[in-house]
């Protein structure tokens, strides 16, 4: 790998030949060292020397926030870390706010605060990097997903770059200390009732609807929903075969799983599924769920619009065999499958008095 930056200053001891202060950087795979120049430390003590040497990392250290390039992480880097999510994420909004999230905690702490651009070093600093989010009183899955995504940038880096940066997996925050600092997501109904659709249904914005009810009745993803046309629709079954990936032009993708599945009609019928994903009209996958989410505030409900496909599974599950549940969802394990339940009892706690 090819760069000009350099790793931060060091004071070495030879021995009798005395101490020596200097840096390195990787070119071309091959470890290049620098040395300060003598005269400028030569009359100082080992005290006076290491002064010396936290000055010139000061500097460094300021220079690397105005100019961020360094060996292992630079500018091309990020660029092909961003072209490296788009194979693997649908939606450019989420690969952004995984970039932003990247910048503004992982490569601010180990690049700009610790001065630490070689991610193989990052393992040592884990405990560090733990107070540090934690410092930051964010939400727990929030804490989650930064660090999920910090060990998918070491994890491609390692891939570029195998002889220069070491594989290795951060996991500097439990789940336990999470609840003990009170910062876990709050928990909140994920089950849509009965009564709370029929008043979405009611009260939604007439252009959600369609989405709406087929995501209920049929448990889609927000980017499958979008990626349905008339001829999907069988006398005995919806078949999920695509997902929309682009708007501009329009483009699908295989889905998810990247295998086509078939969902009966449990709680549909073929005629209402065909006039639902007619009267469908083409958005972005972020703007259904963001538009859902806004109408839910203004009715008052904290649903979400992955929760319609909790709610499918959960109440087909109560009538519907497993394993046929687990193919109408498309997951290939049933342990996701029950990840999904969610209590859905409406039972009356009247305390019994015997007559």
């Known amino acids: 790998m090819n760069s000009t930056a ?7 001891n030879f021995g009798p030949k005395g101490f020596v202060i200097r840096r390195y950087r990787k070119l071309n795979g091959k470890t290049v060292w620098q040395s300060y120049p003598k005269a400028k430390y030569a009359t100082l003590d080992a005290a006076k020397a290491e002064g010396l040497v936290k000055q010139l990392n000061v500097r460094f250290a300021l220079k690397a926030k105005q100019d961020f390039n360094h060996s292992f992480i630079n500018k091309q880097t990020l660029a092909d870390f961003e072209l490296h999510l788009q194979t693997k994420i649908n939606s450019q909004a989420h690969i952004k706010t995984l970039m932003s999230e990247l910048d503004a905690y992982a490569l601010e702490f180990f690049v700009r605060k610790s001065n630490c651009p070689d991610p193989s070093s990052w393992k040592r600093l884990e405990a560090q990097y733990g107070k540090f989010l934690l410092s930051k009183q964010l939400v727990g899955t929030y804490v989650k997903r930064i660090i999920q995504t910090t060990n998918r940038f070491i994890k491609f880096l390692h891939e570029k ?118 009267q469908s009209a083409v958005v972005h996958p972020d703007t259904l769920g963001h538009v859902f989410k806004a109408e839910m505030k203004r009715l008052g409900f904290a649903y979400q619009l992955h929760d319609l496909r909790r709610t499918f599974i959960t109440r087909a599950l109560r009538v519907h065999h497993y394993l046929d549940v687990k193919l109408a969802a498309g997951h290939s394990d049933i342990e996701t499958t029950n990840k999904y339940i969610q209590d859905d009892r409406l039972l009356q706690r009247k305390q019994f008095r015997p007559v």
């Open 6 to 12: 350099w790793f931060k200053w060091t004071l070495t």
């Open 161 to 278: 770059y195998p002889e220069e940066v070491r594989r290795c997996v951060l996991e500097p925050v439990a789940g336990r200390i999470l609840k003990e600092q009170g910062i876990s997501k709050k928990s909140r109904n994920k089950f849509v009732t009965d009564e709370h659709f029929k008043i979405i249904c009611e009260k939604i914005n007439d252009n959600l609807l369609p989405f709406v009810k087929l995501c209920y009745f049929y448990g889609l993803r927000r980017s499958e929903v979008l990626g349905l046309l008339t001829d999907d629709v069988f006398e005995d079954s919806l078949s999920i075969e695509r997902q929309l990936v682009k708007m501009h032009p329009k483009q699908y993708g295989p889905l998810k799983s990247r295998e086509q599945r078939v969902v009966p009609h449990w709680f549909c019928t073929p005629k209402e599924a065909y006039s639902l994903i007619a």
